[in-house]
Nanobody, 119 residues
Framework: QVQLVESGGGLVQAGGSLRLSCAAS????????MGWYRQAPGKQRELVAA???????NYADSVKGRFTISRDNAKNTVYLQMNSLKPEDTAVYYCNAESSTAQAIIDYWGQGTQVTVSS
């Protein structure tokens, strides 16, 4: 089992910045990759950014150049630095951890944190 606790959401004006944090606990040794997804009202959940255990990163085209994902292995924490925020970035942001065992690959999710960008 992996537990994820997110923090850092809030209300910000367009052009501003926020940093999201996701602290992992439990069977962290089984985590292959972690990432951030978001879901806006009436839309499907989408990948924002991901980082593997080796440090490789992947970003949605819509956030490239504005968002940066990073991890602190000593703290078992993943961060999402969001700069130049736009109203269309408004969504609930979810932390995700992909965990693998000998039997299966399991996705774990945080509770979600609201990010609201005003115009």
């Amino acid at each position: 089992q992996v537990q994820l606790v997110e923090s850092g959401g809030g209300l910000v004006q367009a052009g501003g910045s926020l940093r999201l944090s996701c602290a992992a606990s439990g069977s962290i040794f089984s985590i292959n990759a972690m990432g951030w997804y978001r879901q806006a009202p009436g839309k499907q959940r989408e990948l924002v950014a991901a980082i593997t255990s080796g440090g490789s990163t992947n970003y949605a085209d819509s956030v490239k150049g504005r968002f940066t994902i990073s991890r602190d292995n000593a703290k078992n924490t993943v961060y999402l630095q969001m700069n130049s925020l736009k109203p269309e970035d408004t969504a609930v942001y979810y932390c995700n951890a992909e965990s693998s065992t000998a039997q299966a690959i399991i996705d774990y999710w945080g509770q979600g944190t609201q990010v609201t960008v005003s115009s």
